[in-house]
């Protein structure tokens, strides 16, 4: 009989065989930018925003951008007025630091404002194909429905677990595989527990839907 971590990674395999990053970007700056903005929105509308974006502005010219302008067009993300200075002074530092790339270097990455751990993975596993496992609200829902952490572990303690339990040349991807996962079928509300092939591991089917 197939083991709790094999039966996981075959069937997200099944259901998302190709999982990508559903933020769009052409340039790194391009997805650590995204990144932030989505905090708390959805990549649907990060998107539509960032399209707006990078048509009037790049990293140079958003280093120089008036911050009335910037609220302007991504007011729709929410915290705007918090985000759009978070978006100037990560342009100017990467223009000043690193003549308007993104590093592969986490510990910068994480002292630039509105960029924590889990933005930081999102980077560094898409641009620098480093091993990595973003824990968002999603991964977080799914990782302890299915009892693969603690109701009360933390954001940090979620990824540590995971990175313990799966192999290392699928953190990457399962990262994205389980955000697809949490976002259109083990969703916070109404989940569509009666399709998935996991509610022998999940702690949230047991208790809402064994009679």
């Not at 009335?68 to 990560?90: C, N, P, Q």
Request: glycine share 2%; net charge positive; aromatic share 10%.
């Amino acid at each position: 009989m197939k083991d709790k971590i094999e039966t996981i990674l075959e069937y997200m395999d099944e259901l998302y065989p190709r999982a990508q990053c559903e933020l769009n970007y052409e340039k790194d700056y391009e997805l650590l930018i995204a990144t932030v903005l989505s905090a708390q929105c959805t990549d649907k509308r990060v998107n539509e925003v960032t399209k707006v974006l990078w048509e009037n502005y790049d990293i140079f010219s958003l280093a120089k951008a008036n911050k009335k302008d910037i609220e302007k067009i991504i007011r729709s993300v929410g915290s705007y007025t918090k985000k759009s200075a978070y978006l100037l002074e990560i342009a100017n530092r990467l223009v000043t630091d690193y003549e308007g790339h993104v590093p592969c270097n986490r510990k910068y990455l994480e002292s630039l404002p509105g960029v924590g751990r889990k933005t930081a993975n999102v980077v560094l596993s898409n641009i620098f194909d480093v091993p990595a496992i973003a824990v968002d609200t999603h991964v977080e829902r799914v990782s302890k429905r299915l009892k693969l952490a603690y109701q009360n572990d933390s954001v940090g303690k979620v990824e540590e677990k995971l990175m313990k339990k799966f192999p290392e040349n699928r953190w990457s991807k399962l990262h994205h595989q389980l955000v697809l996962f949490g976002r259109y079928q083990c969703k916070a509300i109404h989940p569509e527990c009666e399709r998935c092939k996991l509610q022998e591991f999940c702690k949230y089917y047991k208790e809402h839907n064994q009679k």
